[in-house]
């Protein structure tokens, strides 16, 4: 059978019923296609027939997709093929033979807008499966009747168009071989101006007129852009045409406009140029089938990449690139630029899909261009396209000109980055900085994960001198590198300008809604007032891409560091991470946050107090993957923002110190005339300097004069122990030991008592409240220990503020520098210590926030450590958030660096001096539970202590100290609690099995060096 229909179509003989078939020139091997069309715009449809004339030798492979075929015959030598009973959505085969074959065919489609197609009174659109597509490229001539007061654009430089009837019959001809053709038609308004021998028309509908001479005049100016650029424009004719439906696509000499997007402001600005510029690469210059479109990733790079360079924003269009190659592509992604076809949509894997086409191939075109130079880069270009136009050309015909045109081969570079699906990970291991010579010798080790790429990277100094970039030749799993600077160098910056593909490090992954998109785990979590209308829109949308949905309840913390969530409305878990975001009160916003728990992911949050807004937020969203906040009002955009983040891989060297003027220094009595006007006064603390709490005594006195009304809010005191601070402030405990022992201070502090006697004293004395701000140890304890809040008690949990911001900014990379610090081995990862370091800095911030509001005549003095004094990061926002007051922060010079010194508004100079040294016993004690209470037992006695020396052993049972009973650590501490380094004290133990024998010793105290902290 010389024509195989598919799938039941049955080939029946039957009479000549078309002429002889049109000559075919000896020697052509194109098919020529040509159709006529006919509209029915009530109906929706369209009828056409196609005639399709195969040179000698040649058979053809016809798809007939949505088209219902009504006939079909074959013509050849004189005979003629006929076929009936021809069901449509199937393909037509016809054999090769040795003469030449006409195809007739007739068929019909229906259009209302889906794939591409729209037949409707508005306008016409065949942009999708609309005619009998071949499996290749044809000549073809269309020939359309149009409604009447329609007018028409397709492929051709030459458009006829002729009254016929009330319409009107259009006649153009391709200008070159295609696989398939488009139409567009409508009542237009036609405009032409000619550019440099070109014809330039915008077919706008009439309620868009006004934006036809602005149309013009920028595709005017790409025009002369890209001729100049790589040669004269192929063809005779361009049009801008407008669509009824949402699309955007470039055609040999015209490009369709979806109407809904004419007048979004960036259509004109890099849409339309890139279109464009695809005249050139794409519809003149063809890619070839199942070799790789190279084409996309080319116009992507010489229009929207070139754009942004024009606007001096070159490096931030190329690190979105890398962006979307972080959001979209796996880390186990196993294609290649070779595999890509084209334009693959806005689903998951079509955005995957164009991260390889367009960014990444636009990335290896920006390194071919740095490799070889401007120079040799766009003549490469120019003898591509002089030697391809008119035909289709693929990745090895690319190489194959670039390497003609630089002398040189160049398989290696496209070999690499066409043929592996991955990209380059650097990792900056090592660096020092040597003085030598009268010269900076920076050494660095640069690290490549996996099979190393070879890469020609850029490397930024910054130093006293000047910056300096050094392009380094980086080869193999590690290179080594030493470069000189004449001047001290400040800082070292890894590809500053993202002039390489390669992944992106933690530092400079922004969060972007693209991170969410592309997440492979993505949870939404319903919050308290999610179940209502307001949020429906957006969870649909969300689950229908994949989103498992949970209310809150229904999550656990532990499952918070488990892949990217976005939070719909305020819940238990977005406010213990980030508190309450202070966003409008009307619209919708979205919100998008580093995930704390889990580097690399996102986390979003979502308000929202109307469905309107929600349901403009979801269908705006796939055109905003860059961006890290939106706001939405009234259905419009009403304020974006991208995140802001770190550029380049960056290593600090020898930072410039900062200065303070000596005129700067004011007198002590002048920072209290400041501080007075502060309702809250942070003082920080090094826990462990004398001379700190001395400075935080002198403070408190000179506050205290001026303002009677003051507290006192303590760190080292967790809620439990305020009635203790009510009871000895107000005299009720009389006994300093008790006081200690009630307080819990050694089990919930541990540092020696006399630091903070003081104060302590000044207070009691002079009936100051102390304000115990912090919260119980069991519960930081535990979740340093698990790393997660699931297994503490909901009565601990209870006692800790349920309003925390883990995301505070500088916040996380300040605790990342002391995370190792905190007895890492005893808690589970960075999570767990954030969390933990969050619920301690929010409680004392809600506890300080509490008095104030019960006590409103009153002003604060807070006494913390450093870190949680800061301004930015620390404690103060915290209570700001919650409370909106004048607030005061000191600190020590020489407590602080340079970066936290600029959070205070104060710097003092401390005094230089340290209590004697506490006189200690030198074991090691472990409290063992015995009938009626615990008891110490000597576990391990200090090489550097006196106790052995004076009979103590280990396994001894300790009994008293200097006549105080001892049952915990906390009695060993009251007992020692005045002694020095060198005084004696009586010690009794018992020795052996019980009952055992009981022994006194007298040991003289010592101050052996620090360990366990055990007395």
């Known amino acids: 059978m010389l024509i195989t229909a598919f799938a039941s179509i049955v080939l029946l003989c039957g009479a000549l019923l078309f002429s002889a078939v049109t000559p075919v020139q000896a020697g052509d091997t194109v098919a020529e296609h040509e159709i006529s069309l006919t509209f029915d715009v009530t109906q929706h449809q369209v009828r056409g027939s196609s005639r399709i004339t195969l040179p000698a030798g040649s058979g053809i492979r016809l798809e007939l997709g949505p088209l ?45 807008g889906d794939d591409d197609n729209l037949i409707d009174a508005s306008g016409i659109t065949l942009a999708g499966f609309w005619h009998p597509l071949p499996d290749r490229d044809m000549r073809y001539r269309l020939t359309a009747l149009l409604p009447e007061g329609f007018s028409a654009i397709t492929e051709g430089d030459d458009i006829v168009v002729q009254a016929e009837g009330n319409g009107q019959r259009l006649t153009a001809v391709a200008p070159i071989p295609l696989r398939g053709i488009h139409l567009a038609a409508g009542p237009y308004l036609l405009r032409e101006r000619h550019v440099e021998g ?28 890209y001729s100049a650029l790589i040669g004269p424009y192929p063809y005779r004719r361009f049009a801008i045409v407008a669509n009824r439906l949402p699309s955007g696509y470039a055609m040999p000499t015209f490009t369709l406009i979806g109407q809904t997007v004419l007048r979004l402001p960036f259509l004109q600005d890099t849409s339309l140029g890139h279109e464009i510029l695809h005249a050139w690469f794409g519809n003149s210059v063809l890619t070839p089938e199942g070799e790789g479109n190279w084409c996309e990733g080319l116009v992507t790079y010489l229009a929207d990449q070139s754009f942004a360079a024009d606007r001096n924003e070159g490096s931030a269009y190329r690190k979105g690139q890398l962006l979307r190659q972080e959001s979209y592509l796996p880390p186990d992604n196993l294609r290649t630029i070779r595999q890509f076809a084209g334009s693959a949509g806005h689903s998951p894997e079509g955005r995957a899909e164009n991260a390889l086409g367009y960014d990444r191939a636009s990335m290896i075109f920006h390194m071919l261009r740095l490799e070889l130079g401007d120079t040799i880069f ?53 660096v020092s900085l040597d003085q030598r010579g009268g010269v900076s010798r920076i050494g660095l080790r640069i690290s490549q994960q996996g099979e190393p790429f070879r890469l020609r990277l850029p490397v930024l100094v910054r130093a006293i001198g000047g910056e300096e970039t050094h392009l380094l030749d980086v080869h193999g799993t590690e290179t080594t590198v030493e470069l000189i600077s004449e001047t001290l160098p400040q800082e070292l910056v890894l590809d500053p300008a993202y002039d390489t593909l390669r992944g992106l490090t933690d530092d400079e992954l922004p969060p972007a809604w693209s991170l969410f998109e592309g997440a492979a785990s993505r949870t939404v979590v319903l919050g308290n007032d999610a179940d209502t209308t307001v949020y429906e829109p957006l969870r649909h949308l969300l689950e229908q891409a994949g989103a498992r949905v949970l209310r809150d309840a229904e999550i656990k913390n532990s499952e918070l560091a488990q892949g ?72 419009r955009v009403r304020e974006k923002r991208e995140a802001a ?12 110190p900062a200065s303070l003027p000596a005129t700067a220094q004011a007198p002590f009595e002048t920072m209290i005339d400041q501080l007075e006007k502060s309702r809250v006064v942070y003082v920080g603390e090094t826990h462990t300097d004398y001379g700190h709490h001395l400075m935080q005594l002198q403070i408190m006195q000179a506050l205290h004069q001026r303002q009677p009304d003051l507290a006192i809010g303590l ?43 003081d104060i302590v004293d000044f207070a009691r004395r002079r009936h100051i409240p102390l304000v115990a ?49 905190h007895h890492l081995g005893q808690h589970k990862g960075f999570g767990g210590f954030l969390q933990a370091q969050a619920l301690w800095d929010e409680t004392m911030a809600e506890s300080i926030v509490q008095y104030l509001r019960e006590h409103p005549q009153r002003c604060m003095v807070v006494l913390a450590g450093n870190g949680h004094v800061l301004r930015g990061s620390g404690i103060p926002p915290r209570v700001a958030r919650r409370l909106p007051l004048a607030q005061g922060v000191v600190m020590a010079i020489g407590a602080v660096d340079a970066d936290e010194a600029r959070q205070a508004d104060h710097l003092v100079y401390s005094a230089d001096i340290a209590l004697t040294p506490p006189g200690k016993l030198g074991v090691v004690l472990k409290e063992e539970e015995s009938t009626p209470g615990s008891r110490m037992r000597i576990v391990q006695l200090s090489p550097h202590a006196k106790a052995e020396a004076a009979g103590l052993r280990a396994e001894d049972l300790l009994l008293e100290v200097n006549a105080f009973a001892i049952s915990t650590l906390d009695d060993v501490r009251y007992a020692l609690l005045e002694k020095k380094a060198g005084e004696q004290v009586a010690v009794r133990i018992r020795r052996g099995p019980d009952p055992g024998e009981e022994l006194t010793f007298s040991v003289e105290l010592s101050n052996p060096p620090e360990g366990r902290p055990h007395p």
């Open 68 to 112: 219902a075929l009504s006939t079909a015959a074959l013509q050849y030598a004189g005979q003629e093929h006929q076929l009936s009973s021809l069901p449509g959505g199937h393909q037509l085969v016809v054999e090769a033979r040795p003469e030449a074959q006409v195809l007739h065919m007739s068929w019909s489609l229906s259009a209302n």
């Open 198 to 225: 070109i014809s330039l028309v915008a077919a706008f509908f009439p309620e868009d007129q006004e934006l036809i001479d602005s149309y013009l005049d920028k595709a005017a100016g790409y025009l002369k852009r």
């Open 378 to 430: 766009f003549q490469g270009l120019r003898d591509f396209f002089q030697a391809h136009r008119g035909q289709r050309a693929g990745w090895d015909d690319l190489a194959a000109a670039f390497t003609r045109t630089a002398g040189r081969d160049l398989a290696p570079f496209f070999q690499q980055w066409l043929d592996r699906p991955d990209i380059p990970r650097l990792t900056l291991t090592d």
């Open 564 to 635: 990217a969530f976005l939070f719909l409305g305020p819940g238990r878990h977005s406010r213990s991470l980030f508190a309450s975001p202070a966003h409008p009160a009307t619209g919708c916003t979205l919100d998008l946050r580093r995930h704390p728990l889990a580097p690399r992911q996102v986390m979003v949050l979502v308000t929202s107090d109307n469905a309107a807004d929600t349901r403009a937020l979801a269908g705006r969203l796939r055109h905003y993957g860059k961006y890290a906040y939106l706001h939405l009002a009234d259905g």
């Open 645 to 656: 983040g770190v550029s380049g891989i960056r290593r600090g060297l020898a930072a410039l």
């Open 715 to 757: 760190e080292m005191f967790p809620r439990t122990s305020q009635p203790a601070l009510d009871a000895y402030v107000r005299g009720e405990i009389t006994d300093e030991r008790e006081f200690l022992r009630r307080s819990g201070y050694f089990s919930v502090w541990g540092y020696d008592w006399r630091l903070y006697r």
């Open 773 to 821: 701000l912090n919260l119980d140890k069991a519960v930081t304890s535990q979740l340093f220990k698990d790393g997660h809040t699931d297994d503490i008690s909901p009565d601990l949990l209870a006692r800790a503020a349920a309003d925390r911001d883990l995301d505070l900014p500088g916040y996380q990379q300040r605790l990342h520098g002391v995370h190792g610090k």
